[in-house]
């Protein structure tokens, strides 16, 4: 592993040209992850909270096409869609953001190798950054991430100072993208960073653990039926915040789009197991009819079966879920109390 | 916060309610979320104060707390904490046959404001928006009330201002407006969840067959979801501020409801959930009303 430090000037002057080069940079902004079109827009700051949606809408976009189609009388004709994708820089991911394409490529490369995902995420250079900002809404460190945790960062950025950055090159895809830009590095201090991260672990910043995971899967596996699921399930609102907000929620729906009697295209849109016609049968049957089994679903997909399956936590500990509910249904706490019960 | 937990301890004891929707502290004395409590000792929870943002009225249409209320055979009623606010959207489900007044136990407060957002301290800065134009700090209809009215924090109203600042956009201008605004919409229907006056068991954006609003959050999408919401929402809305709150992707969701509550407040003299003996507005048709907006 490399290490070097960059200021903040050139950092801004790889950001330009970066830019300058036509292709996308990324980087938090007060709501979403946002396309930074001139280098002053960028806010790098680690102790800003995270911003309200994550950036999975970059490589699993909120709408998109995935066919085209023509009809005339007796026949459809299909036209597939040009998937290029261009070169995405993120820049000051959390922790917390980061891993979760790793956690998503399990998924979308399971059965169906989903080419859109996949695509776009070849194309994505991660710049982490530590994290110093914590609530009470954030578990990072009960997931098995913390807030310096590079899992998932092709570059990782520590704060040295109000003007330095380390940076440590963390992939071959990472090293790859930074040999244009040697320029503006200077040789890096291990021992100052080093420094820096082991203050950041013991920090007040740093999230206490707050559930052991392994313990909570074992528990949804003997509770599927449990009284708790209906207190949460009453107070529940049944949207999509907490889906479609978080960066590893990955549910979609497929519907077609005419535009016309002769064409139209098929979208892949994002969906959420909140919505009560999510698992709505065709015969009006409905196996989660009640909100209570739909929230023990976001719980079990998340803390058992993508354990099981992916051996993965789907789950990065971000708190966003908690801190957008509208009726401040706190995820950590839930999880937390389902060992207690 | 004593005489509301003693008496909705008594009046869980003597049956007067069968359940009581109420806030309760959410892991920091500046935060609070929903409970729904059943039993007399539970109502020790309840808390009261300028944390208490949700309008608790959206429970009182789901069919699980409606179900609450039905004891051996009989209804009883169910009790709401709401602040004066949320009481209009009490009235405004009883003015749209969704309850009965008698089927509700409403406990009100006196109300000195609420803040935008958690864990800020009540100041003219921090005080939720619609506060600052607040026509009934005393709940018009209650069973009991508790509290007393203090001066507000004082603040412009800058809502308004900005409502007022679009009339003198060109149409062209405004449609720019919005459509960024919107295009920045995702979809998770958490406003219409928090809305107490989108009660429907099935949305018209849910309807498949056929399909009225198509489901991609892209911007023709989101252009129609927004519309028909803003459309199914005037002059019934009361104006509780929950959809915006609700909105993750903070879409300024008021402007549209406030520009909708001054057009049905200044041209028809009406306001949604106010009166108990008046029909609602789009419920009723008067020979003097005007139609100088049908284009
Ligand atoms: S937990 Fe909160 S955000 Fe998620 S569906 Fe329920 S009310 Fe909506
Ligand atoms: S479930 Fe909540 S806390 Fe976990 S990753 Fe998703 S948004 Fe973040
Ligand atoms: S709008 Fe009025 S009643 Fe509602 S919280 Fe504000 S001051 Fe209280
Ligand atoms: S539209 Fe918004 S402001 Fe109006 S009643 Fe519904 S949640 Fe409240
Ligand atoms: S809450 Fe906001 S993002 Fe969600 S559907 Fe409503 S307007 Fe769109």
């Given at each position: 592993?490399?290490?070097?430090?960059i200021n903040?000037e050139?950092?801004?002057?790889?950001c330009r040209d970066i830019i300058d080069?036509?292709?996308?940079?990324?980087?938090p902004?007060?709501?979403?992850y946002?396309?930074i079109?001139?280098t002053s827009e960028?806010?790098?700051?680690a102790g800003s909270?995270?911003?309200k949606?994550?950036?999975?809408?970059y490589a699993?976009?909120?709408?998109e096409p995935v066919?085209?189609?023509k009809?005339d009388k007796?026949?459809?004709e299909?036209?597939?869609?040009?998937?290029?994708?261009?070169?995405?820089?993120?820049l000051?991911a959390?922790?917390c953001?980061?891993?979760?394409?790793?956690?998503?490529?399990k998924v979308f490369?399971?059965?169906?190798?989903?080419d859109?995902?996949n695509?776009?995420?070849?194309n994505?250079?991660?710049?982490?950054?530590?994290?110093?900002?914590?609530?009470?809404?954030?578990?990072c460190t009960s997931?098995?991430?913390?807030p310096v945790?590079?899992k998932?960062?092709d570059?990782?950025?520590?704060?040295?100072?109000?003007?330095?950055?380390?940076?440590?090159i963390i992939t071959?895809?990472g090293?790859e993208?930074m040999?244009?830009?040697?320029?503006?590095?200077?040789e890096g201090n291990?021992?100052?960073?080093?420094?820096?991260?082991?203050?950041?672990?013991?920090?007040a910043?740093?999230?206490?653990k707050v559930?052991?995971?392994?313990?909570v899967?074992?528990w949804?596996g003997?509770?599927?039926e449990?009284p708790f699921w209906?207190g949460?399930?009453?107070v529940c609102l049944s949207?999509a915040?907490c889906?479609?907000v978080?960066?590893v929620?990955?549910?979609?729906?497929?519907?077609?789009?005419d535009?016309?009697y002769?064409e139209?295209r098929r979208m892949k849109n994002?969906?959420?197991c909140q919505?009560?016609h999510?698992?709505?049968?065709a015969?009006?049957?409905?196996p989660?009819?009640?909100?209570g089994?739909?929230?023990?679903?976001?719980i079990?997909h998340?803390?058992k079966?993508?354990?099981?399956?992916?051996?993965?936590?789907?789950?990065t500990?971000?708190?966003?879920?908690?801190?957008?509910?509208p009726v401040?249904?706190d995820?950590?706490e839930?999880v937390?109390?389902?060992?207690?019960? | 916060?004593d005489?509301?937990r003693n008496?909705v301890?008594?009046?869980?004891?003597?049956?007067?309610v069968a359940?009581v929707?109420g806030y309760?502290?959410a892991?920091?004395p500046?935060?609070?979320k929903p409970?729904?409590i059943t039993a007399?000792?539970e109502?020790?929870l309840?808390?009261?104060n300028e944390?208490c943002l949700?309008?608790?009225?959206v429970y009182l249409?789901k069919?699980?707390?409606?179900?609450?209320?039905?004891v051996n055979?009989?209804i009883?009623k169910?009790?709401?904490v709401a602040?004066?606010c949320?009481?209009?959207?009490?009235?405004?489900?009883i003015?749209e046959?969704q309850?009965k007044r008698e089927?509700?136990y409403?406990i009100?407060f006196?109300c000195n404001?609420?803040v935008k957002?958690?864990?800020?301290t009540?100041?003219?800065?921090?005080?939720?928006?619609?506060?600052?134009?607040?026509?009934?700090r005393?709940p018009l209809?209650?069973?009991?009330?508790?509290?007393e009215?203090k001066?507000?924090?004082a603040s412009p109203?800058e809502?308004?201002?900005?409502?007022k600042?679009?009339?003198d956009?060109?149409?062209q201008?405004r449609?720019?407006y919005?459509k960024?605004e919107?295009d920045k919409?995702?979809?998770?229907?958490a406003?219409?969840?928090?809305?107490?006056m989108?009660?429907c068991t099935?949305?018209?954006t849910?309807?498949?067959i056929?399909?009225?609003?198509e489901?991609s959050?892209?911007g023709?999408?989101?252009?129609?979801w927004?519309?028909?919401?803003?459309?199914?929402?005037?002059a019934r809305?009361?104006?509780?501020?929950e959809c915006e709150?609700?909105?993750?992707m903070?879409?300024p969701?008021s402007?549209i409801?406030?520009?909708m509550?001054e057009?049905a407040?200044?041209?028809?003299?009406?306001l949604?959930?106010?009166?108990?003996e008046?029909?609602t507005l789009?419920g009723?048709?008067?020979?003097k009303d005007?139609?100088?907006f049908?284009?």
């Amino acid at each position: 592993m490399e290490e070097k430090i960059i200021n903040r000037e050139n950092l801004n002057k790889l950001c330009r040209d970066i830019i300058d080069g036509g292709n996308i940079l990324i980087a938090p902004g007060k709501t979403e992850y946002t396309v930074i079109k001139d280098t002053s827009e960028i806010i790098l700051d680690a102790g800003s909270k995270p911003t309200k949606a994550s950036y999975k809408n970059y490589a699993f976009p909120k709408a998109e096409p995935v066919i085209y189609y023509k009809k005339d009388k007796n026949d459809i004709e299909l036209i597939d869609i040009d998937i290029k994708g261009k070169k995405t820089v993120i820049l000051g991911a959390k922790p917390c953001d980061s891993n979760s394409f790793d956690i998503l490529s399990k998924v979308f490369n399971w059965d169906y190798k989903d080419d859109f995902f996949n695509m776009r995420v070849k194309n994505f250079i991660v710049i982490g950054m530590m994290c110093e900002f914590a609530d009470k809404y954030c578990f990072c460190t009960s997931v098995g991430l913390s807030p310096v945790s590079e899992k998932g960062s092709d570059i990782f950025l520590i704060p040295l100072d109000e003007n330095n950055f380390a940076v440590r090159i963390i992939t071959d895809k990472g090293k790859e993208f930074m040999e244009s830009y040697g320029k503006y590095l200077t040789e890096g201090n291990p021992e100052k960073a080093k420094a820096k991260t082991e203050a950041g672990k013991s920090s007040a910043k740093m999230p206490e653990k707050v559930f052991n995971s392994e313990e909570v899967r074992k528990w949804l596996g003997k509770n599927f039926e449990h009284p708790f699921w209906d207190g949460i399930g009453d107070v529940c609102l049944s949207c999509a915040q907490c889906a479609f907000v978080c960066p590893v929620c990955h549910c979609f729906d497929i519907v077609d789009e005419d535009y016309s009697y002769e064409e139209g295209r098929r979208m892949k849109n994002w969906d959420g197991c909140q919505f009560g016609h999510f698992t709505l049968h065709a015969s009006g049957h409905n196996p989660r009819d009640i909100q209570g089994k739909r929230y023990r679903q976001r719980i079990n997909h998340k803390f058992k079966y993508y354990v099981d399956k992916f051996g993965e936590i789907l789950c990065t500990g971000c708190g966003r879920c908690s801190r957008g509910c509208p009726v401040s249904i706190d995820i950590k706490e839930i999880v937390s109390d389902t060992v207690k019960n | 916060m004593d005489e509301l937990r003693n008496h909705v301890k008594e009046m869980l004891a003597n049956g007067t309610v069968a359940a009581v929707i109420g806030y309760k502290e959410a892991g920091s004395p500046m935060r609070t979320k929903p409970v729904i409590i059943t039993a007399p000792e539970e109502a020790i929870l309840l808390v009261f104060n300028e944390y208490c943002l949700n309008n608790l009225a959206v429970y009182l249409t789901k069919a699980r707390v409606k179900n609450l209320a039905r004891v051996n055979g009989t209804i009883k009623k169910l009790g709401i904490v709401a602040k004066p606010c949320d009481v209009h959207a009490v009235i405004a489900l009883i003015q749209e046959s969704q309850l009965k007044r008698e089927d509700v136990y409403i406990i009100s407060f006196n109300c000195n404001g609420v803040v935008k957002d958690y864990g800020e301290t009540l100041t003219g800065e921090t005080i939720a928006s619609k506060c600052l134009h607040c026509d009934a700090r005393q709940p018009l209809y209650h069973d009991k009330v508790f509290g007393e009215l203090k001066d507000l924090p004082a603040s412009p109203d800058e809502e308004l201002a900005k409502i007022k600042s679009f009339d003198d956009m060109t149409s062209q201008e405004r449609f720019e407006y919005f459509k960024n605004e919107f295009d920045k919409c995702i979809k998770c229907y958490a406003c219409r969840a928090a809305c107490p006056m989108c009660y429907c068991t099935q949305c018209i954006t849910d309807k498949t067959i056929p399909r009225w609003v198509e489901s991609s959050a892209h911007g023709r999408g989101n252009f129609s979801w927004n519309l028909i919401r803003a459309f199914h929402l005037s002059a019934r809305c009361v104006g509780c501020g929950e959809c915006e709150r609700a909105c993750p992707m903070d879409i300024p969701l008021s402007l549209i409801n406030r520009k909708m509550l001054e057009v049905a407040k200044n041209d028809f003299a009406y306001l949604s959930g106010r009166n108990l003996e008046t029909p609602t507005l789009v419920g009723s048709f008067d020979v003097k009303d005007k139609e100088e907006f049908i284009l």
